[in-house]
């Protein structure tokens, strides 16, 4: 602001007027005087949203989705679990039978279920058929005399059921397996940062409940045979694995297999490289084992299951893909995201963070289409954080946004698996906890698998496009993603669209259905943090409503709220949600 005035050269005397140029100059100085005392009295307003200087924020966005075709069709187990073989060390496999577990695995069914993790080839099977002799950790003494004899009575009542064997653990018995699960945690967290790892025995009985937990659940079970006995020439010794065959084989088990896990690791594990050529003579002869077993002569088999695809790993890959790409019917890799000792909340809000994962996806890709072109491609063991996660973080609400962005990605991308690390086990990566009580992570499962197909459909938007400049990556905070709503889902017509949504701005964002999409009802399912710990709860809600099992151990109804048609979607501040969109008749999802 200019002010343009003359004075006089003499002063005034005391009884002239001032000047008329003052006027506006008084004027001036007031407003900053008020605009000072505002801001001394505590004027509170919203963080600013991170923008490119000069650029006026769009507060206005319009959406639409091409519903003619979808881009991509994934699996319809997509979102898929894992469980890891330390659930074998600290005794949580004795009780995979729980009504509460298999109620809330049954909730994010079809889906398949990897047996499998850092422990797998260090995993021995032994057709034993006394759990208790059997049994590794502390002897009973560690916690009461008679527990290790609790589990076997509990074992052999499950032997008098018929079909699926469902069991009711009492109180005592869940606090004391909890007792030497927090023991055997640091066992475990010390293997871990050591890279020193005891050998684990499976017996029959442990693959019996395995096999139980997975069939009860509505799961199909994907095992992961140990890779790292070897012969004294490097090449696989198959021993065990043939056992572990010819057992499951005589009980009818329908399992699909696996070779190892994270083979580039060999060398820091075990002291043993295997290259990518010799890995894939090694699925090969798995494949020779597999075929003359009538019931898996025609199961499937995956791998090579490597690890993030650094040089080291893509050359791995390539050794692997050159030799045996068409022996395994979907290639898979694992990835994470966060060094789990030096999380911080902040981190699952970094759009840098949920990027990482894109050119890890595109390098897996270049490979895989390099030898067998438009071969599956399934990410598996995805975790937030590792060496186990960190507690109070990985665990709360704030590490669902790299989940849900994980899943909106790896879809649009064309991955056909996602497979969570893990159900339920030791660490904090886990959707449902050692109380049986599910995780912020379990519930935006539970909405997803409930919500959306297999169907991915391309968004447009308008009035968030920006200019980028030199120097500066313009990240997106606000994610759309779409797919047909789930065909099983009754309380949508075919032809629905469900949209979940990411907001990491720090305000609310204003969407406007257009296109196809306008004038439709929507239901809204606006997953926030519930209690007093913000980011960091364990608890969600629902559209408000606080999300918790129900008294008898079942699920409960996950409730919509209608907006009405024509509506402007608000999405709060740092938040999540999914929204199907009604009666839109989009062709591409009124068939399967």
């Known amino acids: ?53 000069g650029l006026k924020e769009k507060t206005l966005i319009l959406l639409d989705v091409s519903t003619k075709n979808p881009v991509r069709t ?55 058929r006394n759990p208790a002799k059997s049994r590794g950790g502390p002897g009973p003494d560690y916690y009461l005399k008679n527990y290790e004899d609790d589990i076997v009575r509990s074992d052999v009542a499950l032997d008098k059921q018929k079909g699926c064997k469902i069991a009711q653990h009492p109180d005592v ?35 019996d409940k395995l096999y139980n937990f997975a069939d009860c659940s509505g ?57 990518g050529s010799q890995l894939g003579k090694d699925y090969i002869q798995l494949k020779s084992l597999l075929q003359p077993i009538r019931i898996y002569s025609r199961a499937s088999l995956y791998g090579p299951n490597i690890g993030r695809p650094r040089k080291n790993v893509i050359t791995l890959l390539d050794g692997f893909m050159k030799v045996a790409g068409n022996t395994v019917d979907a290639v898979t890799w694992q990835h994470c995201y966060i060094d789990g000792r030096v999380v911080k909340v902040m981190d699952f809000l970094k759009t840098r963070l949920l990027d990482t994962l894109s050119d890890q996806i595109r390098k897996i890709q270049k490979v895989v289409n390099t030898y067998t072109p438009g071969k599956k491609i399934w990410l598996e063991g995805v975790v937030t954080t590792s060496a186990g996660g960190t507690n109070n973080l990985s665990d709360s609400y704030a590490a669902g946004f790299l989940w849900l962005n994980t899943l909106g990605m790896l879809a649009n991308q064309g991955i056909d698996v996602v497979i969570r690390h893990s159900f339920f086990d030791h660490g904090y990566n886990h959707l449902v906890d050692q109380n049986f009580n599910p995780l912020p992570d379990y519930w935006l499962s539970l909405l997803y ?74 239901h809204q399912y606006l997953l926030q943090p519930y209690g007093q710990e913000g980011l960091k709860s364990k608890s969600v809600q629902l559209n408000g409503q606080p999300l918790v099992m129900v008294d008898d151990g079942t699920l409960p109804e996950l409730k919509p709220r209608p907006l009405r048609a024509g509506r402007t979607l608000v999405i709060p501040p740092v938040t999540m949600g999914f929204y199907v969109v009604k009666n839109v008749n989009a062709l591409a999802c009124r068939y399967r």
């Open 1 to 53: 602001m200019r002010v343009l005035c003359a004075f006089p050269e003499a002063m005034p005397s005391s009884n002239s007027r001032p000047p008329a140029c003052l006027a506006p100059v008084a004027l001036f100085l007031a407003l900053l005087l008020h605009l000072s005392l505002s801001s001394q009295a505590g004027d509170r307003r919203p963080l600013p949203v991170d923008r490119a200087p």
């Open 74 to 128: 994934v699996n319809e187990n997509f979102l898929s679990l894992q469980l890891d073989p330390s659930i074998i060390h600290d005794g949580w496999l004795d009780f995979l039978s729980s009504k509460r577990l298999v109620t809330l695995a049954r909730g994010l069914s079809p889906a398949f279920l990897r047996f499998g993790g850092k422990r797998t080839d260090f995993l021995q099977f032994q057709n034993l």
């Open 173 to 207: 018995m869940l606090e004391l397996q909890r007792e030497k699960a927090a023991q055997m945690h640091l066992v475990l967290l010390k293997e871990q940062f050591s890279n020193t790892y005891s050998n684990l025995v499976l017996t029959a009985r442990s693959l």
């Open 219 to 275: 799961l199909h079970l994907i095992f992961a045979l140990n890779a790292l006995r070897r012969n004294p020439n490097n090449s696989w010794n198959s021993s065990s694995a043939l056992s572990l065959l010819k057992y499951s084989a005589s009980k009818k088990y329908n399992i699909s297999w696996e070779l190892g896990n994270e083979p580039n690791n060999y060398r820091t594990m075990h002291g043993r490289a295997v290259n």
């Open 449 to 522: 698998k409930r919500l959306i197909g297999p169907k991915v459909l391309a968004v447009h938007v308008a009035g968030l496009q920006r200019k980028p400049r030199p120097g500066r990556v313009l990240r997106d905070k606000l994610r759309i993603y779409a797919h047909c709503t789930n065909h099983h889902n009754h309380n949508y017509v075919r032809g629905s669209i469900t949209l979940f949504i990411i907001n990491l701005h720090r305000s609310r964002k204003k969407i406007k259905l257009a296109g196809t999409l306008r004038d439709k009802l929507v």
